[in-house]
């Protein structure tokens, strides 16, 4: 059984950054990605990495303000955030893909998270 844990949530004001941390109880060689939901919103897509790192993809919403990147001798992935909005306020997830290549649906991952809150103030 794979076990995902985020860190690094917390409040920030607009314009603030903040550093998720997602790590996986065993070495995955796999795709991952993070997600966020907004209360009363759905799960949305924010970015994407391939097994080596060599790949990534972003939401519209958060390209040029994110960056995923991952450290798989620490079976670690990050998100760094930048510029934060209002509207980034949400719970973030990290899951693992169903393999090694990108993918950005829901669906095509198999283990999640439990979340870690970021808020953004105005």
């Known amino acids: 059984q794979v076990q995902l844990v985020e860190s690094g949530g917390g409040l920030v004001q607009l314009g603030g950054s903040l550093r998720l941390s997602c790590a996986a109880s065993?070495?995955?060689?796999?795709?991952m990605g993070w997600f966020r939901q907004a209360p009363g919103k759905e799960r949305e897509f924010v970015a994407t990495?391939?097994?080596?790192?060599?790949?990534?993809y972003y939401a519209d919403s958060v390209k040029g303000r994110f960056t995923i990147s991952r450290d798989n001798a620490k079976s670690t992935v990050y998100l760094q955030m930048n510029n934060l909005k209002p509207e980034d306020t949400a719970r973030y997830y990290c899951?693992?893909?169903?393999?090694?290549?990108?993918?950005?649906?829901?669906?095509?991952?198999?283990?999640w998270g439990q979340g870690t809150q970021v808020t953004v103030s105005s």
């Open positions: 065993v070495r995955a060689t796999y795709a």
């Open positions: 899951a693992r893909a169903r393999g090694i290549a990108m993918r950005t649906a829901s669906t095509e991952y198999d283990y």
């Open positions: 990495i391939s097994w080596s790192g060599d790949s990534t």
